[in-house]
Nanobody, 123 residues
Framework: QVQLAESGGGLVQAGGSLRLSCAAS????????LGWFRQVPGKEREFVAA???????KYADSLKGRLTISRDNAKNTAYLQMNSLKPEDTAVYYC?????????????????WGQGTQVTVSS
């Protein structure tokens, strides 16, 4: 069992930055890949980025260049640095834990999910 807690969301103006954190807990948490997804009402959850336990990374093509995902294994925490934010980045951002790296871009690849943190970007 892995528990995930997101933090760092909030309201930011367009062009600004935010750093989201995902703290993972549980006996095997350090062996999971951690990913971020986002969702707006009426749409499917969208892959944002993922980081493996050996710190390999993967990004959504449409968001590459504005995001940096990282991981502190000593703290079992993943971070998502988001820069040059746009109003269309407004969404609930979810952290999730995946056992296998092969499916980290799909929601089906994840076994555990956090509650989500709201990110709102004003124009």
């Amino acid at each position: 069992q892995v528990q995930l807690a997101e933090s760092g969301g909030g309201l930011v103006q367009a062009g600004g930055s935010l750093r989201l954190s995902c703290a993972a807990s549980g006996r095997t948490a350090s062996s999971y890949a951690l990913g971020w997804f986002r969702q707006v009402p009426g749409k499917e959850r969208e892959f944002v980025a993922a980081v493996s336990w050996i710190e390999a990374t993967k990004y959504a093509d449409s968001l590459k260049g504005r995001l940096t995902i990282s991981r502190d294994n000593a703290k079992n925490t993943a971070y998502l640095q988001m820069n040059s934010l746009k109003p269309e980045d407004t969404a609930v951002y979810y952290c999730a834990a995946a056992r296998s790296w092969s499916q980290v871009t799909t929601t089906e690849g994840y076994a555990y999910w956090g509650q989500g943190t709201q990110v709102t970007v004003s124009s």
